[in-house]
C-alpha cells in the first residue's frame, strides 16, 4: 500500500455544484458542501439525505470519514451512523445522511459546508478464527471498567 500518494480525484455531477476544498493550510477534513438546489428542514428526530453532487477516488489503503461540521454538531445533527466511511472502491456520488437528535428545526441552504472528509490510511489484517484468545490485564471489562482517572 502506498501512504504517501496524497492524491484524491473528485468528480462533480453538477456542473455549478460546489468543490469540496480545505478551510485552512493545516485543516485536516476537506469540506462538503450541500449542493442542492432547495433547502432541506430537518425536525427534531428527523432523517435528511443531501446532495453533495460529488464523487471521489480515494487512494489506495485509504478510506474517507465524513463527519459533520462541528458547527451543526453542537445544535445536535450527527450523521445516521456517527460517521460515514467511503471505501476507496467506491465510485458513486457522496450522500451525506443526517439525523437530528436536537430540539429545534434546522435548515440548511444549498451552498454551505455541512459535512468534512478526512482521508485515512487503514490496516487490512488477515482473519484466522482461533478456540481462545490471548489474555491481558484488562481482560474482558469494558464500559469504564478501567476507572475514569
Same mark, same amino acid.
Given at each position: ?59 489506495? &489503503?485509504?478510506? &474517507? ?5 462541528? &458547527? ?19 465510485? &458513486? ?57
Amino acid at each position: 500500500m502506498n501512504y504517501w500518494n496524497k492524491k484524491m480525484y473528485y468528480l462533480m455531477t453538477e456542473s455549478d455544484a460546489k468543490e469540496p476544498k480545505y478551510g485552512t493550510e493545516d485543516s485536516a477534513g476537506v469540506d462538503i458542501y450541500y449542493n442542492g438546489s432547495v433547502p432541506v428542514t430537518i425536525g427534531p428526530g428527523s432523517l435528511a439525505e443531501l446532495e453533495t453532487h460529488l464523487a471521489v477516488e480515494i487512494p489506495h &489503503g485509504c478510506f &474517507g470519514m465524513l463527519v459533520v461540521r462541528s &458547527g451543526y454538531g453542537w445544535r445536535g445533527l450527527s450523521m445516521l451512523n456517527s460517521v460515514g466511511i467511503i471505501d476507496c472502491d467506491y465510485r &458513486g456520488e457522496i450522500g451525506i445522511k443526517l439525523v437530528n437528535h436536537g430540539h429545534e428545526i434546522i435548515t440548511i441552504e444549498p451552498g454551505v459546508r455541512v459535512a468534512q472528509m478526512i482521508v485515512i490510511p487503514y490496516l487490512r489484517v488477515d482473519l484466522e478464527r482461533v478456540g481462545e484468545l490471548g489474555e491481558t490485564e484488562r481482560g474482558t471489562g469494558g464500559f469504564g471498567s478501567t476507572g475514569v482517572r
